[in-house]
């Protein structure tokens, strides 16, 4: 007979496969499907995640929660199935707060305004959204209101992507961070311009996705268990430990985007690739939170791909794949153009100085939404308000400017902030990484990578879901979240390429 833990864990493992097929009809809609195909996948998609809710929440589900909570209140409470049973515990009593009705109207009113979103982008008008957007962040003051009381009505839905988290942390954090960023960008764009020209010639697709490939693989993401494919915006997914994807665009006009999109994609991949077994078809195969995934996508991305060791490695490899395009550049000249810093109207176009800027105009105007104190129809004016006061350029029209993120049109509130917590959390790891691996750069430059990916794997992969972002910060930095290492990285960085003082 099961135990009841054995038998607590079947019912989650019901939950997964749901789950899982789900995200196998996503990743075919994102990357194979035809479009005729959207009506019948969108009935599949709706059917297959009420099943998983319904599962999820329901009366068998709770009884076998409180079985297994009897046993594990034994065990340490550090143990894999102590913290299986309190994640899930936390999960299931979130979600049986909310009713059904809520979750009804959210999805008819998110789905229209998704359209509506598409159109309205297309068109630059945000006028026909607004009357969309409103029931939006209504709807998300009611769900809000589902878990008082709370300290600030945006925290419930920051929790649902940074467990734990509060905006007033975040607005802490950010507060710090803001006058200094605002100031170093200034000091870079004062440095004078940088040629960035090389990247824009011709780079064929195909020499752009193997020289890709090859790198992923250096790094040590799993083609065994994973494989990469064209869509129109990258992502990563996973149907389970052993089937990680990764998807990439491909811009032959500028090499940049379809390789350090690939070098992000692979950084999330490998983390849900290094998750432990014993976790497997359980909430806790999954990353500990938007942020701490984040961080492990930009680390890749950034601290290593964009980095001069990384570059001293792979820079004649790239030469030799593009002779006629860069036969003739230099390793600082490349080094410098990919590295350009320049304010710019694009949130996912953002180089990593000015990158944060542009997210915490997003936390502020969200906060202040969700308080209603900010009226929608406002929005593009303070939005445009905002973006000359960090980064000295005015959108000339809202496409380009408020309503760029589809993230709101799909409900999404809360969720910006972890973007930019991502970069400071890789940051604060790399400090320690540079502490436990002395000769990092000297490994990187020979294309070593097995360490850095072991250490990840260690301190971080290997536990997936099990700790709180928190918890997970503070076992490895011994404190909390800090802007300081990641300023500290910027300045040192960017203070060298512009020669500031
Ligand atoms: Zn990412």
Redesign the pocket.
Known sequence: MATPIERFRRLLGEVYDLNAASSVLAWDQQVLMPPGGAEGRAAQLATLSSLAHTKFTSDEMGEALEAARQETDKLDADSDEARLVSEVGREYDKQRKVTAEWVAEFSRTTSLAHQTWQKAKADSDFGAFAPQLKPIFKLRRDYADFFKPYDHVYDPLLDDFEPGMKAAQVQEIFDDLRTHQVALVQAIADAGPTDGSMLHLHYPEAEQWAFGEAVIREFGYDFERGRQDKSAHPFTTSFGINDVRITTRFMEDFLPSALFATL?EAG?AMYEQGVKPDLARTPLADGASLAI??SQ?RLWENLVGRSWPFWVRFYGRLQETFPAQLGGVSLETFYRAINKVEPSLIRVEADEATYNLHIMLRFELEKALMEDNLPVDDLPAVWNDKMQEYLGITPPNDAQGVLQDVHWSAGLVGYFPTYALGNLVACQWWERIAEAIPDLEKQVEAGKFDELLGWLRTNIHQHGRKFKPTELIERITGGGLSAEPYLSYLRTKFGGIYGLS
């Open positions: 992000h999330h995934h984040e996508s």
